[in-house]
């Protein structure tokens, strides 16, 4: 069957040929194809289009690849061009291509399906563009693919779940979209799968069990994906793992006791910001190669137990916002070991419960450290003075601790220094001159401590410094006048509450940046420099209680960003000028001066509440309610004229928060700024410590506290909503009543209450205030969490409640955990005393957080007993949700609470509240729904609106039964918690919906 040897030759020409022309076609689509892509190119600043022309073969074309047989092409290479469009489909008839980088560029659009046709495709790079829409399904089946990045764009929907078992994807990068919809399970099927990076997408859901077929996982971060339910075991088994970064989500769990011995390979460990609960893993020692260990914000206490010094490459070590520590000496016992951390760069254990001291061994820390973060703790001793050999620091706070000596004058060797944070603590002696050699100081603050003599001219090589703040020492003698060539100072000067004398210089002009200026409470003298005036960028200007004289300048007048100005308690005299009507401002205090004549009418003078001028002995006129006399042509006539308004002494409003060791403003800023660099939490967090807030803050975030910004009232407080500004970030503030009897015992419980505790399903306080108003009244407020979903009060008992069963099991489960976290898990027992729905809120997420603390009691623990000694005859508590034993004058117990709770747990299932009319005189509704269950017809007691369900009424018996024990008559005869989170969480309801 042997050709001959012609035909032989023209068969060979003929397949030639054939193959030619299927090449020659295809080829000829490939440049088809690549003019295409080009023609959907909107922008090209780079030129990098430019040779896909026909003067050049379009596999010459820059970025082009083809085969060198067959002519095809293989690979498209446009990354960082600078490319502005969106892409063809055409892209999927090159099907000889294997390699697509396309990232860095500006293409937008969605990407095509057509990229699932190339089945020879191994790598897919789009990243670092704005692709919208969803990822193509079919993609899932390129068999070929190796390498999926598609991180850094704006693609949305559900990750595909149809990976196969079959796919090789190695490398899987969908980092930084709007993906949603939760993990997609069949991930778990890519076993060769190395590298999966989804952080930055709000995914939500489960890490899915089949992950624990990822044995040859290297890297994995799922931070900030919204995850809830428990961190899987597993996960501590993929023996291959060097990366593990959870951060920011809701994961709960603890940490194995053995992390480390499975897992050696370990460089970094994020599991920061999640509720992870338990004891620090003393194994972690064996991860040799580790570099960063974030724990910080979860709920893990107890020792810091390990030896860090094995951890050669540690860098960075973030242990803050915990509960580690019992507050006694031995807790800084691990702090000596992180001397052997020779790469050691950043150390944060602040916010936790760290007692002990500094050791000496602080001088032998890497050369490298350059955050050292310890605020807010019960350390103490003093500074070791070998801190002066961390050169390489440039941010330490040690504030909020109790420190006490003298600062060392070795710090002055700390040449990089930018951040120096030591208030709050115990420091005494003089600021020693030595710090004047820290010229790239940014942000200092020695306040609230016990400094004395002069402050050191050398201050003014701080050619940087934009915030200084010295308030509340004892220094004296009159201001360097160094200190007023300081010009960077931009944000604030506060040198309040210090024994400091003198004038004020006319250098005083050379601050125009300053916003904050604040020598309230010394003795300055004499009159103001009419210089001040050049400080334009002033905002907030209090030279109250000094020994101030002469009139106001005229060219204040310039001074056209003042908001709050506070001069009283000085020797001011002359008129008001009538330009302070022009300025803008929302606070104007005068009172206890010598000024005289008449008081203008517009302007800041017409709002009696922003305004204080009492016992200034000789004003007139003004608007009628300030009730001054009129002004006659001579107004020579003095009279007294001390009227009573209901304004008291104006003293300074204070910018400093008294309550100390709660949570600070930090916190917010901390969760603004984290979603923009995430790796930096402690220093974001150092950064904006200070930035305590201040009666004028809350009153501009309320808009005044004004009737639209008022979003419900209490017995002791009122509570706002506000936004700050910077931020976008939305609070509930809420405002004591202090001239209720009982306000101010309500705030301090509030505050003692929740000092420490932190819980998912407790309202975070955020910051406190306490403060002056520009009435001269104590103000007191509390800034928590907003929660935009309001209570549950509202909720239940609205016409259109639309609140199904799911939904208020999860809620009754919630309020159980955060009791349970009350009764028994938070270092003390408090009683809440309070409990019911309208201080149950919840969040976006219909989760619900107890708050309202004003009424908690803490019952210590050491008593052993969980009654408290002080015998209570207030009721306390509200009619129909406090237990009747209250009502006899008994003492608050843990059993209380469960009263209310049971209570609570009724009226979410029949939907009556307790004070309902039909259960007036006898029958109430705990007896009424024990009379149901008794008489088996609990459906007709349930709220109605559940029936409409498919309910099972085994469940609601079950959880009524729980209710009717709680609420029993007798406190022995009470569930207690832990029998209550057994019951819910134990078999009945495990699974949610
Ligand atoms: C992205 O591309 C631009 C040029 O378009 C380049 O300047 C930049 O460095 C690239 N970015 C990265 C991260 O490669
Ligand atoms: C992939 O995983 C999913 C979920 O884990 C599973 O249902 C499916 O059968 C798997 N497919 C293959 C082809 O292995």
């Known amino acids: 069957m042997l050709l001959s040897k012609p035909e032989s030759v023209l068969v060979v020409a003929l397949v030639i040929h054939l193959i030619g022309a299927v090449y020659g076609s295809s080829a ?62 055409y892209i999927g008839n090159m099907s000889f291509l294997r390699y697509i980088f396309l990232y860095n560029n500006t293409l937008h659009g969605s990407i095509p399906p057509e990229i699932g046709h190339l089945y020879r495709l191994k790598e897919l790079s789009l990243s670092n563009n704005s692709f919208t829409g969803e990822i193509p399904a079919n993609m899932s089946s390129c068999p070929k693919l190796r390498k999926l990045n598609l991180q850094f764009n704006k693609l949305s929907g559900k990750i595909p779940d149809t990976f196969s078992s079959k796919l090789m994807i190695t490398y899987m990068g969908l980092a930084k979209n709007d993906l949603t919809g939760g993990i997609p399970p069949s991930i778990g099927n890519l076993t060769s799968l190395e590298i999966l990076f989804l952080t930055y997408c709000p995914l939500g859901g489960i890490i899915p069990d089949s992950f624990n077929q990822l044995k040859n996982l290297r890297k994995i971060s799922l931070g900030a994906n919204g995850l809830v339910g428990a961190f899987p075991s597993f996960m501590f088994n993929l023996s291959m793992l060097e990366g593990l970064d959870v951060g920011e989500n809701k994961l709960q769990g603890s940490l194995p006791s053995n992390l480390c011995l499975t897992q050696p390979h370990l460089t970094y460990i994020e599991f920061g910001i999640n509720h992870f609960n338990g004891f620090f893993p003393p194994s972690i020692s064996n991860c040799s190669e580790l570099e960063t260990l974030s724990l910080s914000f979860n709920y893990l206490k107890g020792e810091i137990a390990t030896n860090f010094g094995r951890l050669q490459h540690l860098k960075r070590l973030y242990l803050a916002v915990n509960n580690f520590g019992s507050k006694v000496l031995d807790d800084m016992n691990f702090f000596s070991s992180l001397s052997n951390c020779t790469n050691l760069e950043r150390l944060d254990i602040g916010d936790n419960q760290l007692g002990g001291v500094l050791p000496n061994s602080l001088g032998n820390f890497s050369s490298k450290l350059s955050l050292l973060e310890t605020s807010p703790n019960y350390l103490s001793g003093s500074i070791p003075s070998s801190i002066g050999n961390l050169l390489g620091l440039t941010a330490v706070s040690l504030s909020l601790n109790s420190f006490t000596g003298f600062i060392p004058e070795s710090i002055g060797k700390l040449q990089n220094l930018q951040v120096l944070y030591l208030s709050d603590n115990h420091f005494s002696g003089v600021i020693p001159g030595s710090l004047g050699n820290l010229s790239l100081l940014l942000k200092v603050a020695l306040d609230g401590n016990s400094f004395e003599g002069t402050i050191p ?70 009159e103001l420099p009419s210089s001040l005036s050049s400080c334009t960028s002033l905002e907030y200007l209090d030279l109250s209680s000094n020994l101030f004289y002469g009139s106001l300048p005229g060219s204040f ?131 904006e410590s200070f930035e305590k807030i201040s009666y004028g803050r809350l009153f501009k975030v309320t808009e005044g506290f004004s009737a639209e910004n008022l979003i419900g009232t209490g017995s002791f407080a009122s509570v706002y909503k506000g936004v700050f500004e910077e931020n976008g970030i939305t609070v509930a503030i809420k ?12 705030f301090m419980a509030e505050c003692e209450a929740l000092r420490n505790i932190r819980h998912r399903n407790l309202v975070k306080v955020i910051t406190a205030c306490s403060s002056i108003d520009f009435q001269g009244n104590d103000f007191k407020a509390l800034v928590y969490d907003f929660m935009p979903n309001g209570n549950l009060e509202s909720w239940l008992h609205s016409v259109d409640c639309t609140l199904d069963l799911v939904q208020r099991i999860s809620i009754i489960k919630d309020v159980a955990c955060a009791l349970d976290y009350l009764h028994c898990r938070c270092g003390n027992v408090i009683v809440h005393c309070d409990l019911k729905p309208s201080n149950i809120l919840l969040d976006a997420d219909m989760v619900a957080h107890v ?110 039964k729980v209710g009717v024990q709680c609420s029993n008559e007798s406190p022995q005869d009470r569930m207690d918690i832990g029998t209550v989170i057994h019951k819910l969480f134990g078999t009945t309801f495990a699974s949610r919906s």
């Open 851 to 960: 708050g309202d603390f004003g009424l908690a009691k803490i019952l210590s623990l050491e008593e052993g007993s969980y009654a408290n000694a002080s015998s209570s005859s207030i009721i306390r508590g509200t009619t129909g949700y406090a237990p009747p034993e209250y009502g006899l004058g008994n003492e608050v117990s843990t059993s209380g609470d469960m009263y209310s709770y049971g209570i609570l747990l009724l009226e979410m299932l029949t939907g009556k509240k307790p004070v309902d009319p039909m259960f007036e005189g006898g029958l109430g509704l705990h007896s009424y729904a024990r009379r149901a269950l008794a008489d088996g017809c609990m459906l007709q007691i349930v709220d109605p609106v559940l029936l409409s369900e498919d309910v099972n009424e085994n469940c609601l018996i079950s959880l009524v």
């Open 457 to 526: 001219s050398s201050i003014g090589s701080w050619k940087k410094v934009i915030v200084l703040d010295l308030y509340g020492n004892k220094l004296s003698g009159s201001v360097p006048k160094e200190l007023f060539q300081l010009t960077s100072l931009s944000i604030k000067l506060d040198l309040s509450q210090n024994n400091l004398s003198g004038v004020l210089p006319q250098e005083i002009s050379n601050l125009k940046l300053l916003e904050i200026l604040d020598f309230s409470r010394n003795r300055f003298i004499g």
């Open 735 to 746: 405002v004591l009543n202090l001239l209720r009897r009982g306000g101010f015992k309500s």
């Open 28 to 89: 000829t689509s490939d440049q088809l194809a690549l003019l295409e892509i080009k023609s959907k190119i909107t922008d090209d600043p780079q030129g990098a289009l430019t040779s896909w022309n026909d003067s050049l073969p379009f596999c010459q074309w820059r970025g082009v690849t083809c085969g060198r047989r067959h002519r095809r092409v293989t690979m498209l290479d446009l990354r960082n061009s600078g490319l502005v469009g969106s892409l063809s489909p």
């Open 557 to 687: 007048s310039s001074l056209k960003g003042l908001e709050y100005v506070i001069l009283s308690r000085n020797n001011f005299s002359g008129h008001i000028p009538t330009y302070l009507q022009q300025i803008p401002l929302k606070g104007l205090n005068l009172s206890y001066n010598n000024f005289e004549g008449e008081v203008p009418v517009k302007g800041v003078f017409a709002n009696t509440s922003a305004i204080s001028i009492i016992r200034n002995t000789r004003l007139c006129g003004g608007i009628p309610e300030l009730y001054l006399p009129k002004c006659t042509s001579t107004s020579s006539d003095s009279k007294r004229q001390t009227r009573k308004i209901s304004v008291r002494v104006i003293v300074a409003i204070s910018l400093s928060s008294t309550v100390a060791g709660l949570a600070l403003f930090s916190f917010v800023l901390f969760y603004c700024c984290i979603k923009k660099k995430r790796d930096k939490p402690s220093e974001l967090r150092l950064a």
